[in-house]
């Protein structure tokens, strides 16, 4: 069933993850629709929808591709999400794995070389002008053009990964960024030939480069943002606690200390853990299981923890005793803003 939020249209749920169509992907493929009718009639309409369709069926079988290598390395995946420059899944991958990130990222292009090796199995390239031949080379340009090593198509994600194995986090992932950016200017130098040669080829090619150098340029801005926040403890943003019950004080008794402390969430201490919580939530108390996290712990790691799941925050603690509660709001905030 069709479900439209925050401007996407959800299609269905595939593996647990919703997948959803972009706004501006409909209306682009209903404004083509009608130009072609305009132009050349009906039959020119369906020949134009079935393109486009086809095109992102192939898009919607490279993200499932990363989502099957995902799911095998038990990677969380919340999302899929096709829009007009292609199609996106949301990865929350765990820091430091490397390796699982370059698996996820060749899951993609994955898809498209083993439907590129079938059809040729066939004999499908003797007949480039048919269906199928068609098909073949839209595989071979999809999954060529998600290797390129420039952020964020598939080929910088496994560059990224390699060089961090190599070099280390920060160093790998600043030369993958300015070798991305470096590549971003390579295809916007093709874009100036072709248009020079007067073809207008050059356009599409051009409007790649640009969205390739803004995506390296955004993803060169977040990686300096969580730079900083690496650096910065969640002890300096965590609401401190002053008080903290164990299991065996009552409902009412803990309901009127939370009420009257101003804390966002009271730590109840059982069989000598702090792994659970009360809070406010819909008008009324919940219990719930609390993640704990020791004050050293930086703003970036605080990130990764809360990021697979719905947490509503972080528990800080010293020595394992309560000392503060770090919200997930916070957090996004600083991971968005870089609220230093």
């Keep these: 069933m069709l479900r439209l939020r925050f401007g996407t249209v959800r299609l269905f749920t595939l593996a647990g993850a919703p997948v959803c169509v972009h706004w501006s992907l409909l209306v682009l493929w209903i404004g083509l629709g009608l130009g072609a009718g305009v132009l050349g009639g009906w039959r020119e309409t369906l020949r134009q929808g079935l393109w486009w369709g086809l095109l992102f069926g192939l898009v919607l079988l490279h993200e499932m591709g990363h989502l099957a290598a995902a799911r095998l390395l038990r990677v969380p995946v919340s999302s899929i999400l096709l829009w007009p420059l292609g199609g996106f899944t949301a990865v929350h991958m765990p820091p430091g794995r490397f ?5 996820v990222a060749l899951g993609g292009p994955a898809v498209h070389l083993l439907l590129a090796l079938g059809l040729a199995g066939l004999g499908v390239p003797e007949d480039l002008r048919g269906f199928w031949g068609t ?20 080929g910088g994600r496994v560059l990224r990964g390699v060089l961090a194995l190599g070099l280390g986090e920060g160093p790998g992932t600043r030369l993958a960024l300015q070798m991305g950016q470096a590549g971003a200017l390579g295809i916007g130098g093709l874009a100036v030939w072709q248009l020079a040669r007067q073809d207008v080829g050059g356009i599409v090619t051009m409007t790649v480069a640009m969205w390739l150098w803004s995506q390296t340029l955004q993803e060169t801005r977040r990686f300096a943002r969580q730079d900083r926040l ?6 300096t943003y965590a609401q401190p606690l002053s008080i903290a019950v164990n299991d065996r004080v009552p409902l009412p008794a803990a309901r009127r200390l939370l009420a009257h402390s101003g804390q966002l969430v009271l730590p109840v201490e059982s069989a000598g853990r702090w792994a659970e919580g009360l809070l406010w939530a819909c008008g009324g108390l919940r219990r ?53």
Excluded: H, K, Y
């Design 99 to 103: 390796g699982a990130e370059c698996f």
């Design 135 to 154: 098909v073949w080379q839209l595989n071979l340009l999809l999954g060529g053009f998600n290797l390129l090593p420039v952020f964020p198509l598939d």
């Design 288 to 340: 719930e299981r609390l993640r704990a996290v020791e004050e050293e712990l930086s703003i970036a790691a605080a990130w990764s923890e809360l990021a697979p799941d719905g947490a509503p925050g972080l528990l800080v603690t010293r020595g394992g005793r309560p000392i503060g509660w770090l919200a997930r709001e916070q957090v996004e905030t600083l991971m968005r803003e870089g609220d230093l």
């Design 230 to 235: 690496r650096r910065i403890p969640v002890a």
